[in-house]
């Protein structure tokens, strides 16, 4: 996209899964970028965290690549996910 909007972090505490606050806040990402214009909704999530991932899915991102990141001296792989915003 030409006007990207990261989301940098996302979590729900595990006593709040099921309960319909991870559609809620996504809802809120979503209503800021496109209250900023952008075009295209972007985030990297953990490789090994699956259950994030089809969150996501569900929510219409698509996988788009894959980075690394430095965790303390651990180097770790993400996925890079993306959701279009202008359609």
Do not use: N, S
Not at 9 to 23: I, N, Q, T
Not at 29 to 47: G, P
Not at 78 to 86: G, K, N, P, S, Y
């Amino acid at each position: 996209g030409q006007r990207p909007f990261e989301i940098a972090r996302f979590y729900v505490d595990e006593a709040w899964h099921g309960l319909a606050v991870a559609p809620a806040l996504m809802a809120a990402c979503v209503a800021a970028a496109r209250a900023r214009q952008a075009d295209v909704l972007w985030l990297a999530a953990w490789e090994p965290a699956l259950r994030a991932q089809a969150f996501y899915r569900r929510m219409g991102f698509e996988m788009v690549g894959t980075t690394k990141f430095l965790f303390g001296d651990v180097l770790e792989d993400d996925v890079l996910m993306a959701r279009r915003l202008d359609q």
